[in-house]
Structures are given as C-alpha cells and as structure tokens.
C-alpha cells in the first residue's frame, strides 16, 4: 500500500483493475519519466484515478493514463516556475560580480541553488554572500528583481500548465460520454428485457385466451 | 588569455568560412538539421498493427466503425504528440557557456592577431567583435537551460491542442 499525497489516500500499486488482455495501453507509448521521478509514484497517481471509475472500460482507462500523464506535467512545470527563478538570480548576481565571473555562471548558478535549498557547504554559502554583497542586494530583492527578469518565460511555463488543465477538461468530458455511453446502453438492454417479456406475456395470454 | 580560449575564438572564425557539406550522405544528413519534432508530417497510422488492435478493442465498446477509426488514430496521434512535447522538453538547445561568458572586449587583441596574416584593418578587428558581440547577445537572451527548454516545449502547444480536441471529439460523437 502506498500512501498518494495528491489525493491524499492510501493505493495498493498492484490493484487489478481492468482484463489486461482487452487494454489499450500496450498498444500506445506509455509516458516517459525524467531519471530523478519515482515510477511507483506515477504509478500510483494511475491507480488512484482509475479507482474513481465504476465500471472501467479499457478506452476509459486509456483516457485516465493520459489525463495522470497530464497531471504530472503541470507537476514538473511547476517546479520549472522556480527554477527559471533561480536561474535569474544566477545571472543577475553573475552580471553584477563582474570580478569574479572568472569561476563561470555554472559554478555560481550550482552554488545558489544549494544554498536556496540549505544544502550548501561554508564556501558556497561565502560565495553567495560574497556575490549578493557585491551587487549591493539582498536575497528577496534579488528574488524580486530576478522574477521580473524572468517574467517572459514564467509566462510561457503558466501557458504550458494551462494547456495541461484544457487537456484534463477535454479528457474528462471524454471519459464522461464514455459512461454515459455504456449507462445508456445498459439502460437500453434492460428496457428491451422490459418490453420482451411483456410482449411473451401478452402472448401467452392472447393464447390462453384463443383456447378458453 | 588562456590557449584554449583563443583556440575557440580560432575555431568558430574558421567555421565562418565552411561552405557546407559536400558529399550526398552529408548533404542528406544537414537537410534534416532542421528538423525539430516531425508533428508537421502527416502520420500514417492506418498501415500499422497498432492502429489495427485499437480499432478492434474499441469496436468490443459498441462504437461505430468510423467512431473506432477516429478514435484509435485520434489516441496515436495524442501519443505522437506527448512523445514529441517530452523529447523537446528533455533535450532543449545546449547552452554555450563559451560564447554567453566570454568578454568580447578583452578578446579584440586576438581577433588581430587571428586576422593579421591577410592583412586586416582596424575596421576588420571592429567588425569580427561586433559579429560575436552579436551572437553573445542572442546566446544570453535564450537564457539557461529551463528558459530554452521552456521556450522550446511553449512551440508545442498547438499541436496537443489540436490533438486532445480531435481525440475528444471523435470519443464524443462516437
């Protein structure tokens, strides 16, 4: 059992859900995950989506594989918002410390991202508060200044998980007729079982009827 | 400046004056640098097996054939278009750290030296610094790798726009 923080649940991975011989899923290319993503993480997003589903048809569960690919997109887009953040305040302390841009901005951008998370060494940190008093700034004017700087691509980051939430909408309405499709039909099948036997039964009694 | 900093500045002046590749296979190979994603080719999904095993597994569904027809082409054309969106977001334009840090200034020394031998003037040392002072500027306006990567995948859009609508499309009117 794995705990799933997005939905906030507990989800056994290995869950049967679907008659493997009639899924669609081997026949499509299934969502590629970055090397540092947890397969049983993504795995378990899935698991939990299609336990929403009643009677889950393989294009349904066709449809939650790509609407779980979607939601872990807006998740990796997320985390690009912050990190087009940081590079910003890499470049503009790299534009500032022009004595020291020696060492590169690589360097510089490593050692502000470890000393953003609060993973960095005594050095890093010196050359970050070296860098920061040079350029005659704090970190969250640096932080201000760099989000403006970077306005143009966090934009473009906001579209992407817009699109993604479109998706999701499409998918969702998608997976809607699906149901309603296959409730239809059920309902369809029970009326003609409905009206079948009262047609036996109005011909039973048309025979009894014929004999007395 | 260190030798290997005027061996680049050496290395990308002679790479001015290549005039392309010369042999078939080469000339082959270049047409396609161009090549970004490949969504803009026209598919052909009906030929493959996939295609087939999708449309007999959705007519099980009670789909009608052209309904089965559209949705399977419709759910490959999706995949094509989620396996592009993840190969440009995973290989964006490498940065070249080179040219975004190098001091242009500093380097007007080499590029006479590197002109000298055909007899350069001043105006040639001016113009040749302007040139990377140029291409230094495009290069940091792309930014780092997120900003390219996030530019990159933005192009995109469009074409998961247009293939979520007619995946959903084809799932409703079915």
Not at chain 1, 60 to 67: D, I, R, Y
């Amino acid at each position: 059992m794995l705990y799933n923080d997005h939905f906030g649940i507990y989800v056994d991975v290995a869950m049967p859900v679907e008659d493997k011989s009639k899924s669609l899923l081997p026949f499509l290319s299934s969502p590629k995950l970055l090397p540092d993503e947890s397969e049983v993480e993504f795995q378990s997003g899935l698991q939990s989506l299609l336990s929403e589903l009643d009677n889950p048809s393989p294009l349904a569960v066709a449809l939650v594989s790509q609407l779980n690919e979607c939601l872990w997109w807006i998740r990796r887009h997320t985390v690009d918002k912050e990190l087009l953040l940081h590079e910003a305040m890499a470049r503009l302390l790299s534009k500032a410390g022009s004595n020291w841009m020696g060492s590169g901005n690589s360097a510089l951008s490593v050692a502000l991202e470890h000393y953003l998370d609060g993973s960095a060494h005594k050095d890093e940190v010196d050359f970050i508060d070296q860098a920061l008093t040079e350029a005659n700034l704090t970190l969250p004017d640096l932080r201000v200044r760099a989000f403006k700087d970077a306005s143009r691509h966090i934009k473009m980051v906001d579209d992407l998980i817009h699109r993604q939430h479109q998706t999701i909408r499409h998918l969702q309405r998608g997976i809607d007729s699906i149901d309603y499709k296959s409730r239809l039909i059920k309902r369809m099948d029970l009326e003609l079982a409905a009206l079948e036997s009262k047609q036996s039964a109005k011909g039973a009694l048309t025979l009894d009827d014929e004999s007395s | 400046m260190t030798m290997n900093h005027r061996r680049s500045l050496a290395n990308r002046r002679n790479a001015l004056k290549s005039t392309g590749p010369r042999s078939v296979a080469g000339k082959r190979a270049s047409s396609q640098n161009s090549r970004k994603h490949g969504l803009n080719s026209p598919p052909d999904f009906e030929s493959s097996l996939e295609y087939r095993a999708l449309v007999d597994l959705i007519t099980e569904e009670g789909f009608s054939a052209f309904a089965c027809a559209d949705i399977a082409s419709g759910l490959l054309n999706y995949r094509r278009v989620m396996d592009a969106y993840y190969d440009t977001y995973t290989s964006p334009d490498p940065v070249d750290e080179f040219l975004r840090d190098v001091n242009v200034k500093a380097s007007n020394p080499i590029f006479s030296e590197l002109l000298s031998p055909s007899g350069s003037e001043p105006q040639d040392v001016r113009e040749m610094a302007a040139f990377f002072a140029g291409m230094q500027r495009q290069e940091r306006r792309k930014g780092g790798p997120v900003s390219r990567r996030s530019a990159d995948t933005h192009k995109l859009i469009r074409y998961q726009r247009n293939g979520i609508a007619r995946l959903s499309r084809a799932v409703r009117q079915g």
